[in-house]
């Protein structure tokens, strides 16, 4: 990359950070902790077709509430006024997600791909500061200097010199996520980046986050690394082309009125992020290693991803999903990666979803300053959830309804049918019935297979499959319910 370029880069996250009269985040007596992507000619992937507005969040993981959003953090704990845990995040901040091809200067990135910009943790308006005080045992906590590799107190209040007292207790600054999601709910972008690489033990500089360190995601153009992000399908969504949905079996599917074992299945998410040495940050301060966390690397700070698997007792049996309480799900299970199924059990006339979360997952459900300083809080409000299945009533049996034949002119029969909602057809079945018995004319693949979605189906047969026939049956497999109607 060019120098010019970069210095360019760095000039505008420093500026950005004089915008707006809101309240500067807690680390600009230095110039704060610039965030680079566009700078580097890394960026997100284009949104799949058929999503929506795209929204960006980023927050420091182990720090992070999207919940609560109102750039009140103070002294880079994430708590503010009255003990709140607001989050070392964006806050009000308007995040400077921009076009990858007008950001880097070329046509080279996909028409749609998206980068960070001008972004600083000493922005007007973010929730606390990156550098965060956690241990109050070391005589400088909140140091002006992400993760760095010597005995800060030694070296600025004695004037020892640096390579002679390496130390890792002052690593204690916690890798960055950055989420990207679309406004139909159905895909997301996600990213991980570890504080700046130092190149020797002295290294000073007050440090950096660059998602050009990404190592495990798509080839870049520009150059021979591994930093571009895709997006992902949002676990349990049943996307165009999908064979299966969120529900892969339903015990006792014929049986409305008793207690199911679900199955469910997901494809699993990745973390785009800093990996191996690279994305290793050991530290010694006690702190650290105590509270969850195995380092201050992105992958020593926990498993960045669980999927929740939520249920809700339907309400209107005429309308089970648009009659969903957006606040009335409860926790039947969470998974971890590798995990991509569980079975869980879900009573009669019940929905059920997959809410995935980003982030260090909460160690406590105290909310104070003593345990938020130390990332024990996690991160909140960074996720999505896939569309919900309901099984219930007559959806549990999934028998073809609406089933019509009708004859046209040339003598063929038109066959139309619907489903309710698909949980484990994987297909139908069409056959003749005459009085010589049952003649399949074929199958048709059912189209939402798992997704608790309704979905419409036509079969055409023509005069020779028909000779002496005069009633239609669709089976649905593998259950086997069926329906059958009058060639009219």
Known sequence: MKRGFRALAVLAAVAAMSAGPAAFANCTDFGGFAIFQCADRAYFEPAPAGSGAVSAVFWQIGYGNEKLNNATGAAGTGIGGGGTFNGNDQGTWPIDLADARIAIGSNTPPAGSLCLRSNNWANSGIDGCCDNPRDAALPVTKDSILNPLYNVNYVRNYSYDPNTHPSNDWIQDSPMGALLRESNGNYFAVAAQSTQVRTSIADARPGFYNFKGVDNGHLNPFSPVNNIVPWQKTPGYKAPGDVFGLVRNV????????????????????????????????????????????????????????????????????????????????????????????????????????????????????????????????????????????????LVSETPIGLEAIRERAGAVTIRWKAAAELTTSSYRIEAVTKKGVTVLGTVPATATGSGASASYKFSANVTQLKGTRTIQVVALPSGAKQSAQIQ
Request: proline share 7%.
């Open 251 to 394: 015990s006792d599917a014929n049986m409305p009125n008793v207690t199911h074992n679900v199955t469910l299945g997901w494809d699993a998410v990745t973390i785009y992020q800093d990996t191996g040495v690279a994305g290793s940050r050991p530290s010694s301060n006690g702190t650290v290693t105590g509270a969850g966390f195995a380092g201050m690397g992105s992958e020593q700070v926990g498993p960045l991803v669980r999927y929740v698997a939520e249920t809700q007792a339907i309400v209107d049996a005429n309308n089970p999903i648009g009659s969903l309480n957006p606040n009335g799900w409860t926790a039947a299970g969470t998974f971890h990666n590798p995990a991509t199924s569980a079975v869980i059990a879900v009573g009669p006339d019940t929905c059920v979803r997959l809410h995935t979360y980003f982030g260090h997952e909460p160690d406590t459900t105290s909310q104070n300053t003593a345990t938020c300083r130390l990332g024990q809080c996690g991160d909140l409000g960074y996720d999505v959830t896939s569309p919900a299945s309901c099984i219930g009533g007559p």
